[in-house]
């Protein structure tokens, strides 16, 4: 098993890109194939000392599920397990999918909401990312001047992608000690 676990919710498969990228970047010997949120338990998330989290935000700011008119189950039905989780040793990083221009009042609002969830279990947030080059009105993932996480607008700014993940997967490494 290597050092880092990447996990992603998804609905039409863009997060599940965004993971697959992140993967090959770092590569086989520190970070394991993605899999989605919706075919592990808790005991598989549990079993890295190091996370990468990924989510896009749906509709007004929803994360991924059934009650969002995903075909399957995926963060929102996941979410209950970190009720139970004691994330104390681990360090977690986060990404975020949203559309600043059709969603500005809720731009990445689902990764805010599972920023909430996995601090709550007393995990080490990493990976911060600057709000700097959105446009947006309001998003719950919003810290001050800087996102909870790695922030990507497929629809908007897909071209900047691989320039911000290489940039924000460096910084996440430093932060791991990888």
């Known amino acids: 098993m290597a050092a880092i676990g990447i996990f992603f919710g998804t609905d039409t498969g863009t997060t599940r890109k965004i993971a697959k990228m992140m993967h090959k970047a770092l590569g086989d010997d520190l970070a394991d194939k993605p899999l989605n949120i919706n075919r592990i338990d808790a005991d598989t998330l549990m079993g890295y000392d190091f996370l990468i989290l990924g989510t896009p935000t749906l509709g007004e700011g929803q994360l991924p599920g059934l009650s969002s008119e995903c075909q399957a189950e995926s963060w929102e039905e996941f979410m209950p397990n970190f009720d139970d989780?004691?994330?104390?040793?681990?360090?977690?990083?986060?990404?975020?999918?949203?559309?600043?221009?059709?969603?500005?009042?809720?731009?990445?609002?689902?990764?805010?909401?599972?920023?909430?969830?996995?601090?709550?279990?007393?995990?080490?947030?990493?990976?911060?990312?600057?709000?700097?080059?959105?446009?947006?009105?309001?998003?719950?993932?919003?810290?001050?001047?800087?996102?909870?996480?790695?922030?990507?607008?497929?629809?908007?700014?897909?071209?900047?992608?691989?320039?911000?993940?290489?940039?924000?997967?460096?910084?996440?490494?430093?932060?791991?000690?990888?």
């Not at 040793?89 to 500005?104: I, S």
């Not at 007393?122 to 309001?138: C, D, K, L, R």
């Not at 897909?158 to 924000?168: G, K, L, Y």
């Open 85 to 178: 989780m004691d994330l104390a040793n681990k360090k977690v990083a986060l990404y975020g999918l949203g559309d600043q221009v059709n969603y500005p009042d809720e731009f990445v609002d689902g990764l805010g909401e599972l920023y909430d969830a996995v601090a709550e279990c007393g995990a080490e947030m990493v990976g911060s990312w600057p709000a700097e080059g959105y446009t947006f009105n309001s998003s719950q993932a919003l810290d001050e001047d800087e996102f909870v996480g790695l922030v990507l607008d497929n629809d908007n700014q897909s071209d900047q992608h691989t320039a911000r993940i290489e940039a924000w997967l460096t910084d996440v490494k430093a932060a791991f000690g990888v």
